[in-house]
């Protein structure tokens, strides 16, 4: 299993909503990434968690909480967003965070905010 | 800071050659990475190079030069399915072992018969 899934494949809420977004991988990965990309433009880093322990958080508002239950799972709470955080969101592992570990990517969850 | 410029567009010929480069100036270097992007789809790894040279891997190849802090990638043969966004990253050497990359704006290529 060489791949990266993501769930749901597109999201629409309101304002008021709390939503979230999961990841899973089965490559024994222990670096997972989130990223939001907005349309042609490139991924932009939000947070990389290695060895299930958030190691950055790239001044991401606080509305976005994300959460590494285990190696396998990564999950992006949402809570009162904004419809500039419409976007498309990416989930990538990699083996570690180390060297020229390639990172592999989701499909991606489309997300429109109301 | 970190930049890293890579042409916005560009367009060529069905089972041609095309050459896209990637500039970067940086604090330091910790790799360089290609992905491809077809619209609506995730980044799918390409190549990656830490040392300069050139890796070949069938129809693609990347070349690196760390002085100039200059890579490009070389798409040999090109097919209709080669139109996607081409993006270069750099490993971001100033955050430590976080595996922090830095992506360009991307290459929108457009191959045409």
């Known amino acids: 299993d060489t791949e990266v899934t993501q769930t749901p494949k597109h999201l629409v809420m309101g304002m008021t909503n709390k939503k979230s977004l999961k990841c899973e991988q089965h490559m024994g990965h222990r670096a997972m990434y989130w990223y939001k990309q907005k349309a042609k433009k490139p991924p932009e880093l939000m947070f990389v968690?290695?060895?299930?322990?958030?190691?950055i958080n790239e001044s991401v508002p606080s509305r976005f909480s994300p959460e590494c239950p285990n190696s396998s799972l990564l999950n992006l709470h949402l809570h009162a967003l904004q419809p500039e955080d419409s976007a498309l969101y990416l989930c990538?592992?990699?083996?570690?965070?180390?060297?020229?570990?390639?990172?592999?990517f989701g499909p991606g969850t489309r997300l429109t905010v109301l | 800071g970190q930049n890293i410029d890579q042409p916005t567009e560009m367009t060529a010929t069905e089972g041609a050659i095309v050459q896209i480069n990637c500039t970067y100036q940086t604090s330091g270097f910790n790799g360089l990475f290609w992905y491809q992007q077809h619209a609506g789809e995730a980044p799918t790894f390409l190549s990656y190079?830490?040392?300069?040279g050139l890796e070949e891997k069938g129809r693609f190849s990347s070349f690196l030069s760390r002085s100039k802090g200059y890579s490009y990638l070389l798409l040999k043969e090109l097919q209709m399915k080669d139109s996607a966004s081409y993006l270069c990253?750099?490993?971001?050497?100033?955050?430590?072992?976080?595996?922090?990359?830095?992506f360009g704006q991307g290459t929108t290529l457009q191959v045409k018969p």
């Open positions: 990253a750099v490993r971001d050497p100033g955050s430590g072992n976080t595996g922090k990359l830095i």
């Open positions: 190079n830490v040392l300069d």
């Open positions: 990538a592992s990699s083996q570690d965070v180390l060297g020229g570990d390639e990172q592999f």
């Open positions: 968690y290695s060895y299930e322990k958030l190691s």
